[in-house]
């Protein structure tokens, strides 16, 4: 049964009965973090999940195996979405120089080329 980090923490934390607020201080972070965490809104860093491991008494892999494939999904996906926006800059540059090559080429003669070859 594959179980999310999320879940990992707020049991492992149940079950030393600790309160958000008292993991929180015990790995130097906020309690809000901690519920963010808990609430699938965040995921924890390196550092964290190394104080959580130690703090719970098992290996970081336990705390993260079942979120490795879900947290490749989400990396991949930033990285599709920053593809993505740099290509939508670059079609507008390119559009761009199309389309003002002509207008200030009549408007200002070779000075507009002149103009015109740095957006290009």
Known sequence: ??????????????????SQEVLAKRIYVSRQTISNWE????????????LLSNLFGVPVDELIKGDLKKMKQEINQEEVNAFNRQGNIFSALVIASILTFVPLLVWKGMLGLVLWLPLY
């Open 1 to 18: 049964m594959k179980m999310e980090i999320s879940e990992q923490i707020k049991n492992h934390r149940m079950q030393l009965q600790l």
């Open 39 to 50: 609430n699938e809104k965040s995921y924890p860093d390196i550092h964290s999940l190394l």
